[in-house]
């Protein structure tokens, strides 16, 4: 009887001690894994100092970034929250709960502006707001426009004297996921104001002040593509995404002259998306990804990644992950959270020199969707794979975005040659090689492939640039759309055009 008590008492000691076996190991397991790690990666050269990677300051009389509409202040009706309320007041008229500005391109279907649509928006706009009175003179749309934003013409002239731009970031604050990103949000809306004045400016015959709406965005663009922040860098992409469609409008317009065009072929030449992704995950990698795991480990609020899982997968399987985080979060030892980082730096590291490569000026979509594929299940046994489905899938996804950026920039790029050539001869150019011939530069290559873009002189007199896009099959230069939204393209289906001008008898 004594014997089997001193047994059963013994179970549970027993267990107490194989369950403070297994944390020691594991604990031991997780820190030698991340010694590693960082040991391999410091030996290629790579910095896991999240410091060498923000741009230095910028002193503030050259710096477009430090007007006073772009300061971070603590918004007191946001619990003191940093945001950029001057430049938030300054976009007031045009962005708002109850307006939005009209977009300015039809770029996608290759039509130009509808400028009764645009000037009956604005002009609505404008009257509800200023009230003019009956009689009065109206105003063009272009100088509505101005009114209803007039930090456009602020930033416009600041961006002619001050060489350099340099935004207010914050670095620093833990956890990294609520740190404010409300200033590249809202110079999205900003982009979208320049955008659009700047295409009213090519319609209204002052290609002059449309250039200089270009040369500003692309000083704010330059800065964003050097933060280390993917949302950044994304905001970087979807500004010269809209920059294209200004001077899309422009060449159909055959509104820019030989100087003009010039000048936006050098400032194109200069914009380049593979350095960029490979700063921003690098960025995620250390400023991100391995603060959280650091800060966190065992406060991770199930809430907050469940949040971050974006809806990725079914919602059953949503209430698996966070039932399963949840567990995770509270019984898991500390080291599984230095396994995840290990696990996770490495393959951010990976992404970076394998997807993007600046030397030879290529995505890599096969690489960067295996990588991508790596992090979507998540496995109930590797504790490595913690977090990863949840944070990184997203991450690893965005290559393709960057990509269809680069290949929009170097469309463009040629779209300008092509120009410059038709002013001359007094036609575009017939095929690749005669561009080629023509320029003084050398021409760029497809970004995915590596062969030369497909140039087609069409019927009209008009051209079509395009990439055989990110799913590398040739489809003639047809753009796809989303499934479940026949209006938004798919960039990871179909081609990437830069659009032929359709003409009226085609519509």
Known sequence: MLTGGLLLLSIPSLAIFAAGLFYLEENWRGHYMWTVTKA?????????????????????????????????????????????????????????????????????????????????????????????????????????????????????????TRPFCRFPQDYTSMPPYARPLGLSTKLITLAQAFDLHAILALHAKQPGLALDDMKTLFKIDEDLRREPVLVTGLVAAGIEALQVQAIWEGI??????????????????????????????RGEAVGFFVPMMDQEERHLKITDIAGMSNGQDSASEDIRVTAFFTLVVWLAPRGWFSLSKSAGVTLFYKAADECADPATRRFYPQVSDSLAQQVRPVSLISPGDIFRRVIMGPILDSSSAFAQTQFQVDAARLACISER??????????????????????????????????????PNGSFLIYSVGWDLKDDGGKRAFKPDDPKSPDRKHGDWPWPALVSDAQR
């Open 421 to 458: 050539y038709r002013l001359i001869h007094g036609s575009y150019p017939d095929s690749i090689g005669t561009l080629a011939a023509f320029s003084t530069e050398d021409i760029p290559s497809d970004i995915v492939n590596g062969a030369p873009y497909h140039y087609i002189l069409q």
């Open 252 to 281: 159909a317009l055959h509104a820019w002259n030989d100087t003009q065009l010039s000048e936006l072929q050098e400032s194109l030449k200069n914009v380049e998306f593979f350095s960029t992704y490979q700063l921003c995950i």
């Open 40 to 160: 391999e990666l410091e030996s290629k050269g790579e910095s896991l100092d999240y410091a060498t990677l923000i741009p230095p300051e910028v002193p503030d009389q050259q710096n477009l970034g430090a007007l006073p509409l772009f300061r971070l202040e603590p918004d007191p009706a946001d619990k003191g929250s940093l945001k950029p309320l001057a430049l938030q007041s300054a976009l007031e008229n045009i962005a708002s709960s109850d307006y939005r500005l009209p977009p300015g391109s039809r770029m996608v279907k290759g039509e130009m502006a509808d400028l009764e649509a645009i000037s009956e928006n604005i002009t609505k706009r404008y009257n509800a707001l200023f009230k003019p009175q009956p009689n009065a003179p109206s105003p063009s749309t272009l100088a509505e426009l101005e009114a209803l934003c007039p930090a456009l013409a602020e930033i416009r002239s600041a961006a002619l």
